[in-house]
T-cell receptor, first 113, second 108 residues
């Protein structure tokens, strides 16, 4: 079974803190994604990586950065957390070969106070 | 680039049918459908690769109109287990964009 694991289910951070969200997949997938999920807005793509050290911006990259030093790990970084970044964050992975399903992690609910 | 889904929310009685629509402003290579139950990760339902092709999964099927850049998910004779939020996902190049979501609640 493909497994996508996010390091935390729940996080509470203070405004201005630097926050790291970690995601690891065990199926040797080339593509990895970070989404943000908010009520009524669905899943919005923050960043995408199709290979080690490669990244592309999604629809809402402002306030975020990413790191992919190893194929299995994709990190989302909030440089200076703000209250409007309180949300559910979902990581996903898929093979480079197109037209296949994406596999999701369980999500990290981040609250910024 | 996020596809738009309609309706935003729907409530059904067991046994009723529902249709969820997904529309994109970009050319589509494929459309994926996922269901997310509360507190869980989204789970893949099906993928459609060609215009007009329909696929089925139990009593859930979908169509994909490539020319109109639209897809519809059909749920027939709904069951309580169908409750959840449904997302369409569209492939544009290497990127997956997911829709705004449709909350579906099936009541006895």
């Amino acid at each position: 079974d493909v497994k996508v694991t996010q390091s935390s289910r729940y996080l509470v951070k203070r405004t201005g803190e630097k926050v790291f969200l970690e995601c690891v997949q065990d199926m040797d997938h080339e593509n990895m994604f970070w989404y943000r999920q908010d009520p009524g807005l669905g899943l919005r793509l923050i960043y995408f990586s199709y290979d080690v050290k490669m990244k592309e911006k999604g629809d809402i990259p402002e306030g975020y950065s990413v790191s992919r030093e190893k194929k299995e790990r994709f990190s989302l970084i909030l440089e200076s957390a703000s209250t409007n970044q309180t949300s559910m964050y979902l990581c996903a992975s898929s093979p480079r070969q197109g037209h296949t399903e994406a596999f999701f992690g369980q999500g990290t609910r981040l609250t910024v106070v | 680039q996020q596809p738009v889904q309609s309706p935003q929310a729907v409530i059904l009685r067991e046994g009723e049918d529902a249709v969820i629509n997904c529309s994109s402003s970009k050319a589509l290579y494929s459309v994926h459908w996922y269901r997310q139950k509360h507190g869980e990760a989204p789970v893949f339902l099906m993928i459609l690769l060609k215009g007009g092709e329909q696929k089925g999964h139990e009593k859930i099927s979908a169509s994909f109109n490539e020319k109109k850049q639209q897809s519809s998910l059909y749920l027939t004779a709904s069951q309580l287990s169908y409750s959840g939020t449904y997302f369409c996902g569209t492939e544009t190049g290497n990127q997956f964009y997911f829709g705004t979501g449709t909350s579906l609640t099936v009541i006895p």
